[in-house]
């Protein structure tokens, strides 16, 4: 982390909590949307991608909806979090970037790699990766709130444009998913619920689970800041 970026006092309880409750928002419709993902992409497959726009399930309904409404959801989407992750890194600096990376688990390695990444190339990271980690960075490191939109925008309607571009290209074989997906509808969503809910239990009982209260993560973000900027 950049070591001139200005120390922030703490955001009010308020403020906090106007930006995590719409992130556990999104977080609980992408879950949704990913347990039923089988039923939804058979039947409403842009509600799938308003729900949860992951890469395979953006390749897989490109297959079969025009790319004006496909580019709109998409990008929408995957718009909504990624200010919201931008503003807990700028109100709270590194202990957000440390709070992130201890949520990240197992994968810490993989936030330090960004870390570096980030401090080399900062808007090529925002254009290409502009998911939670790096909007989390941006936000802590200072980056400007217009550049980081601008990036973020112009990134993700490319990546988005190029997936659709892609999956033309794979029509055949991302078909023939789908026919598997239709033809195996019920038992695919039965496995899919007992999957979800077998990885909610387990991230649970491992303390990882992202569906927290707000004054957990309010003292999750403050045990994370120095102590010499934490309140009296």
Known sequence: MD???PKRPPPSRRTLTLIVVPILAVVVVGTLGNTFHPTLLKDHPLLLVAMEPRNRYLL??????????????????????????????YL???????????????????VRGMERGFAK???????LFPGAIVCVLAGATGMSPLLFLVLNVAGTVTVI????????????????????????????TILSVVFTVLWLVMQRRRGKSELESISTIEEELEAERPREQRPE
């Open 161 to 188: 444009s190029l997936l659709y571009r892609f999956a033309e290209l794979f029509e055949g074989p991302l078909g023939a998913i789908n026919g598997f997906y239709a033809d195996n509808n019920k038992l695919l």
């Open 3 to 5: 070591a001139t970026v």
């Open 60 to 89: 897989l309904v490109a297959e079969k909806v025009s790319f004006v409404p496909f580019l709109l959801v998409a990008t929408i989407r995957r718009l909504v979090s990624d200010p919201l992750f931008y503003l807990l890194g």
């Open 92 to 110: 709270y600096g590194e202990s957000g970037v440390r709070w992130i990376e201890r949520k990240m688990g197992d994968s810490a390695g993989l």
């Open 121 to 127: 190339a900062a808007p090529l990271m925002v254009f």
